[in-house]
């Protein structure tokens, strides 16, 4: 009986695509990436001839990102994941050293000061300020959670992160900004946070959008039109409708890859914000389930893997770095189906933007690492 049971066992553990968690997450990894490549190329050709005289322009940058990515992915996966935060130090005054200064000596581009010019690629400091946000969260969290204390509201940590908020919401990016404080903040509800300081939170969170929204004139009109984009097609809800249209005509298969025609000057930013809407204008509706669906069992995984992590800060930064990335996940969706207004956050692999991938490939890797000690724990 006993050896019926272990054939039993071997043949299950036979049929599996992988052998634990980690390998679902690197494999869903390297599908994400690969959909994301072929997509930065298909929806950046027609711009990048127009204004840079190749289509390859954004497809060699994209390829050197990736790279950089993959190392940063090696260097976080080989490395403890409590030495983030022993370095955490480091980690903020280098960031809060580069918000400032791309606020000073950053190129002006649509308005806003985002990127510090290096010599391969264009740095963006408040992408990295997502993850640093990640780590000091999870450092106050787990400590509170091991000495069995109350999470609070107002900590030397929130001052902190509430910092990078503000530094980075002057460039203006209010996307990334929110997300800089929103992920500590699911991350703390998530936690345990007492039901009372929830409702507290929310009032705050919602009282201060409101002011953010209020401040710059043209938010408003965005949220005004979210829920009836035509009625300002020209002008606030022509990126939008853009993508409305754009999704609606992929059907039920797509164009065909490299045949979308939104590409042609009719989206913007159809290489970034809206990638996906091209990528479903190409692959049709079955195309978009399976992102759907890479990024629901990412979640799975990833949540598994906090579940057996060996101790509460790798449980706490594991939930975080899945936050990361499936939440901006679910907002670019949103963004891309008209649901929520045009906030300017990238679909993580899919859009082209090269500090957000490194910075995705590093917290994956820091992932994996908290994986691979738990097993070992275990």
């Known amino acids: 009986m006993a050896d019926v049971q272990k054939r039993e066992v071997g043949q299950t553990a036979g049929k599996r695509f992988w052998t634990n968690d980690m390998e679902a997450i690197i494999a869903i990894t390297v599908v994400l990436l690969i959909l994301g490549t072929i997509n930065v190329f298909s929806s950046s050709f027609i711009f990048a001839e127009a204004e840079f ?180 097609a020209q002008n606030y809800g022509y990126q939008t409708v853009q993508s409305l249209s754009a999704i609606g005509s992929g059907e039920l298969t797509g164009m065909g890859l490299g045949v979308g025609v939104s590409k042609y000057d009719y989206l913007p930013e159809a290489h970034t914000d809206f990638a996906f809407a091209i990528f479903c204008q190409e692959n049709g509706f079955l195309g978009a389930i399976f992102v759907f669906l890479l990024f629901a069992a990412f979640a799975v995984y990833a949540a598994r893997i906090a579940n057996k992590a060996r101790d509460e800060y790798g449980q706490v930064l594991s939930m975080g770095i899945m936050i990361l990335v499936v939440g901006q996940a679910i907002a670019n969706l949103l963004m891309v189906g008209g649901m929520i207004p045009v906030v300017g956050v990238p679909l993580p692999f899919i859009s082209y933007g090269g500090t957000s991938l490194i910075v995705t490939m590093a917290a994956i890797g820091i992932l994996i690492n908290v994986g691979k000690q738990g097993e070992k724990s275990g």
């Open 53 to 232: 005289d190749s289509p390859y322009f954004f497809l060699k940058r994209h390829v050197i990102n990736v790279f950089i990515g993959l190392i940063a992915f090696g260097v976080c996966l080989h490395f403890d994941y409590h030495v983030w935060r022993r370095w955490i130090v480091v980690l903020l005054l280098f960031t809060i050293i580069a918000l400032i200064a791309v606020l000073i000596v950053g190129p002006v581009v649509n308005g806003a000061r985002r990127w510090l010019p290096l010599v391969v690629v264009q740095f963006q400091p408040a992408e990295l300020a997502k993850l640093v946000a990640i780590i000091i969260a999870a450092a106050y969290i787990s400590i509170k959670i091991k000495i069995q204390q109350p999470l609070n509201l107002l900590s030397i940590q929130a001052v902190i992160i509430g910092l990078m908020f503000l530094l980075t919401e002057l460039e203006p990016d209010m996307g990334t900004g929110c997300i800089i404080l929103g992920i500590p903040m699911l991350m703390l509800i998530v936690s345990g946070l007492d039901k009372k300081k929830v409702y507290k939170l929310a009032a705050l969170g919602l009282a201060g959008a409101t002011a953010l929204i209020l401040k710059e004139p043209y938010r408003l009109e965005r949220l005004k039109i979210t829920y009836d984009p035509w009625s300002d």
